[in-house]
């Protein structure tokens, strides 16, 4: 490895590095404070890497390509390593207590641990440029994730570790065919160069893709991300898991598993099958996507009386909308010049979306964790027994309900604004119904927190660390729904990398 | 160009509703929070008199503009953040900063859930804030629902009767309209040629807004379906017959001071929006324009008019009743509105400057009805008028103002109502004579409730089964100095703008005359 690579890699490096001072940490203090405190502060260095690239505060600003041009260090994995970044940190925080209850203390340590190995992943994951490399980062991604969920041993979830294994496996698999099968076809795993051939090598006319090999290869790569994505129809493990793993790995899945896919694909797409004829094929089939995704996704949520499974069926609506903004694709374009804005919708989506669903999970997980209830009339009259938790959670609802002034409501007018300027106005209409199915299960939980009378009267309040992490994604959920400009700019700059636009 | 004085008006209350919410701390902390958020509107209500004041009427146009042009930095998405007041819309922020003051001052017996309470109220003079200085649609819309939350939750918490029905009541209408007025603004947005989401012209900054551009245009949606979509959603909020039954459930069950806020600004977010939106964007666009319908308008407000004035005199409740002569009173903003004619020859500015005018006085003058029944209300814990009776001798500063707002409301020469009402009347008679004879029916219903509502609480004999014991009837005591602080905050107008109109029409003439340009 040459320099250059050490600069490239060095929030992962960071990052793996902390895993292991964690697990370390743990071996020599039984105060599950002390691991988490450790895991929270030493995210400052991978933070300090990651800036330093963006700004080049030491020197040369060393983005660029590493290890023989697998790995990229451009603002577009950048911007994602933030976000994956602070997600880790806010699950940090809100496991503190988790890790510090008498069921947990003896595998806290390798609980943190794994959460930062699984993110070192993610991180690699969104600046591979290299099918393999691709493929290795989302392993190291998933299989932490397994343990997580069956941490606790017991049958609910060890089932829901099996579960997400099992699935996770296939997928894996049917991911590798598809590899394979672009591979085969183009000779090569690098993503520019599997665009340079494709735009060289003959067509079918009326075969999508131009070929019967890109074709299935296209719907592969999408069906094995499509798990990670959590659309439909591979969403089937999402409620399981989210229902038996332990909240604060839930609320790490629905958010940071999501947007490195998103991620992912997104490069993908753009590079490799980057060529307009192309990319108006790939644009049909994620608008598809979309619009099952979302209506299957409020729909089931529609009648959920568990709280964790109507949110694991909210994100999986999510999903939907964040794809229509994957479908809003430059090829489309109304006019000469291309005004939409799908994919700076995706990354803002994603952000907005990341720091509302924390500050839903986090308030959720603050509550549960106290009550020992899962039940939506669990969370009766909350807003009289804990009412910043609830305000918070109340907050986060509407955001994903997409009301205004909060980032989900900015974020929908911006993908849904993107798909009308990209030809897609059905599919906008179709969202827009969906926003309206939605709006009936969130305001049933709202309802319940708001108005109806609790079942003890016990008041009580959060812990500080938990409190304060859900604080501050309501915050952000609330500051980028009124400043959509500050993520907008920075995915503009991160999206001119991207070698399709 | 960045003024910064719109955008810290608007804020200042949800920022300090948020921070007093949050950091309010120890068991002196309700009474910390009423003083706070009440200091919070009466700064907010010095800064609308100083944009009132300070807009210069001979500059006239739009002016303390901000504007942040990449608030979304996406070409499509041709929003910006565009703040700004003209003379339409500097008295109607002016209202909001006076009722914001009075709610806040009104809401000092509140008890239950105070840090809450005032969290919601300070949010909603935001949102209210906000509608009227937007002149981004997005924005504006933005703000329009936004309103809707502080509503509900201060309805349905702090609210009696029926709290949670009427609230839902009011959220579902609001929100099938915002739903309409989402769908109207997206068809002026997929209109080729229309390249802005600003809803006026602004030439110092190189703005052409949606009145020019659309006119130009070739709608892909018919200007007729968009001129109903932004129609039926100020109709609802207005509101008007047959869409108007949540206003007296909402009036009824809300709290005094969100009953002032809701007659008092809320409904001007509608009359606001049917001047700016509906007369300013469809006077010359292709295929249909607003004189189009002028005529049915002036019916539709005529039917709105009278059907609320008879309705309102069945009413037993104070509250209700007041709340239904809101119905027939804002009927008047539409008649105003129809002076517009079937050609733009035809129009009468007299007309539309009462509409305007109309908006900020029953702004004030219902909004002093509603505190005044609050103030009877909160010593008798009775509003059923045949229960009530003789009360002047116990509290007679009550029932002078009840009687002032009794008066303002039936049009009594030198008090505000008077004023608009002529106006509208003068206006309107020379296009649409038919339906001006047939709303002018309504004052009279007016002047009918009003009497004789004000009558038998006040100053007839005590009824022969009375609904308050004769303990508490002697007990009553009248109102005491912090109750009359809004009293007189909203009394005031009505008398300064009766005597002295030309203070606030002179402004909404340069406003109504730039949305007719």
């Known amino acids: 490895m040459t320099v250059q690579d050490f600069w490239v890699l060095s929030p992962e490096i960071a990052m793996a590095l902390l895993a292991l001072v964690v697990i370390s940490v743990d071996l020599v203090t039984r105060s599950m404070a002390k691991v988490a405190s450790v895991a929270f502060v030493g995210l400052a260095v991978p933070v300090i890497l990651t800036l330093n690239l963006w700004f080049g505060w030491f020197g040369d600003p060393a983005v660029g390509q590493a290890l023989f041009g697998t790995i990229e260090a451009d603002r577009f994995s950048l911007f994602f390593k933030f976000l994956l970044l602070t997600v880790t940190a806010g699950t940090i925080l809100a496991s503190a207590k988790y890790i510090a209850s008498d069921k947990m203390k003896d595998y806290g340590g390798e609980f943190v641990s794994l959460v930062l190995l699984s993110v070192t992943g993610m991180m690699l994951l969104v600046s591979a440029t290299e099918l393999i490399t691709i493929y290795v980062a989302l392993e190291l991604t998933a299989l932490p994730v397994v343990a997580l969920a069956a941490i606790h041993r017991t049958k609910q979830g060890v089932e829901a570790g099996t579960k997400f294994f099992v699935l996770s496996a296939i997928s894996s698999a049917i991911l590798l065919y598809g590899f394979a099968y672009i591979y085969g076809y183009t000779g090569s795993t690098n993503l520019e160069v599997i665009m340079e051939r494709l735009a060289v090598l003959p067509t079918d006319a009326g075969v999508p893709f131009g070929s019967y090999a890109v074709l299935l290869s296209v719907i592969m790569i999408v069906a094995g991300f499509g798990f990670k994505m959590a659309v439909v129809p591979w969403q089937m493990w999402v409620p399981d898991v989210y229902e038996g793993a332990p909240t604060p790995v839930a609320a790490f899945l629905s958010v940071a598993s999501k947007a490195a896919a998103f991620a992912v694909v997104m490069r993908i797409m753009y590079t490799a099958f980057g060529h307009d004829a192309l990319m108006q094929d790939w644009s049909g089939l994620f608008a598809i996507l979309a619009a099952v995704t979302m209506t299957v996704g409020n729909t089931l949520a529609l009648s959920q009386s568990n709280i964790k499974r109507l949110l694991g069926y909210s994100t999986i609506a999510q999903a939907g909308y964040i794809l229509v903004g994957l479908a809003s694709v430059p090829a489309n374009q109304v006019g000469a010049v291309f005004e939409g804005a799908g994919p700076q919708g995706v990354m803002y989506y994603l952000a907005g979306y990341a720091f509302t669903n924390l500050a839903v999970f986090f308030t959720v997980i603050a509550i549960t964790s106290r009550t020992n209830d899962d039940s939506i009339e669990g969370l009766n009259g909350m807003l009289k027994r804990s009412p910043l938790l609830a305000g918070i959670l109340v907050f986060g609802l509407l955001s994903l309900l997409g009301m205004p002034p909060t980032v989900g409501f900015m974020a929908k007018v911006v993908v849904f604004g993107s798909a009308i300027n990209a030809n897609l106005t059905w599919l906008a209409v179709i969202g827009v119904v969906n926003t309206v199915i939605a709006a009936y299960y969130y305001l049933r939980v709202i309802r319940a927190i708001v108005f109806e009378d609790p079942a003890d009267d016990s008041t009580f309040s959060a812990d500080k660390p938990i409190l304060a992490a859900a604080g501050v994604a309501a915050i952000g959920a609330g500051v980028f729904g009124l400043a959509p400009f500050l993520l907008l700019e920075l995915a503009e700059q991160a999206l001119s990398i991207i070698p399709g636009l | ?517």
């Open chain 2, 1 to 517: 160009m960045f003024d910064g004085l719109l955008t810290i008006t608007v804020f200042l209350p949800a920022a300090v509703a948020i921070l007093v919410a949050l950091f309010a701390r120890g068991t002196n902390s309700d009474q910390q929070i009423r003083w706070i958020s009440i200091g919070a509107t009466v700064v907010t209500f010095v800064l609308t008199v100083v944009i009132f004041v300070g807009y210069d009427q001979d500059v006239g146009g739009i002016q303390m503009i901000d504007y942040f042009e990449r608030w979304i930095p996406i070409d499509a998405l041709r929003s910006s953040y565009l703040l700004g007041v003209d003379g339409l819309s500097a008295p109607l922020v002016l209202l909001t900063g006076i009722l914001g003051m009075a709610a806040a001052f009104a809401s000092w017996r509140i008890k239950k859930r105070v840090r809450e309470y005032f969290l919601w109220l300070l949010l909603l003079q935001t949102a209210v804030l906000g509608v009227f200085v937007s002149l981004d649609l997005l924005l504006f819309f933005v703000f329009f629902e936004f309103e809707l939350i502080p509503m509900f939750m201060l309805i349905a918490i702090w609210g009696s009767g029926r709290p949670r029905y009427s609230a839902m009541k009011f959220v579902l209408f609001t929100l099938a309209g915002g739903a309409f007025m989402l769908v109207g603004i997206l068809a002026i947005y997929v209109t080729p040629g229309v390249n802005t989401l600003a809803m006026v012209s602004i030439p110092e900054l190189g703005i052409t807004g949606i009145p020019e551009l659309i006119a130009a245009a070739d709608l892909v949606v018919p200007a007729a379906l968009i001129f109903g979509f932004f129609f039926i959603a100020f109709a609802v909020k207005l509101p008007l017959f047959p869409v108007h039954s949540w206003l007296p459930d909402a009036h009824t069950d809300a709290p005094t001071a969100v009953s002032v806020m809701l007659a008092g600004v809320l409904l001007k977010m509608a009359g606001y929006g049917l001047l700016r939106i509906n007369l300013g964007f469809f006077q010359e666009t292709k295929g249909f324009t607003i004189h189009d319908v002028a005529g049915y308008l002036a019916i539709l407000a005529a039917v709105s008019v009278v059907y609320g004035g008879i309705i309102t005199i069945r009413q037993t409740d104070m509250k209700r009743l007041i709340a239904y002569s809101s119905v027939s009173h804002m009927g008047f903003v539409l008649l105003g509105l129809a002076a517009v004619g079937s050609s733009a020859a035809e129009t009468s500015t007299a007309g539309l400057n009462g509409a305007a005018l109309q908006m900020f006085t029953h702004g004030t003058i219902t909004g002093l009805a509603f505190l005044m029944v609050g103030l009877s209300y909160d010593r008798t814990h009775t509003r059923h008028i045949p229960h009530l009776g003789g009360l002047w001798k116990k509290m007679p500063l009550i029932a002078i103002f009840f009687l002032i707002a009794g008066f303002g409301s039936l049009g009594l020469p030198a008090l505000s109502g008077f004023v608009a009402e002529i106006m509208i009347f003068l206006g309107t008679f020379s296009v649409w004579p038919w339906a001006t004879s047939v709303a002018a029916f309504g004052v009279v219903l007016a002047a009918g409730y009003t009497l004789w509502m004000v009558q038998r609480v006040f100053f007839g004999e005590r009824p022969a089964t009375p609904g308050i014991s004769d303990e508490v009837y002697d007990n009553l005591t009248d109102a005491n100095w912090v109750d009359m602080i809004p009293v007189i905050a909203l009394a005031a107008p009505i008398f300064i703008v009766g005597i002295w109109p030309s203070v606030v029409t002179d402004m909404f003439d340069i406003g109504i005359q730039a949305v007719l340009k």
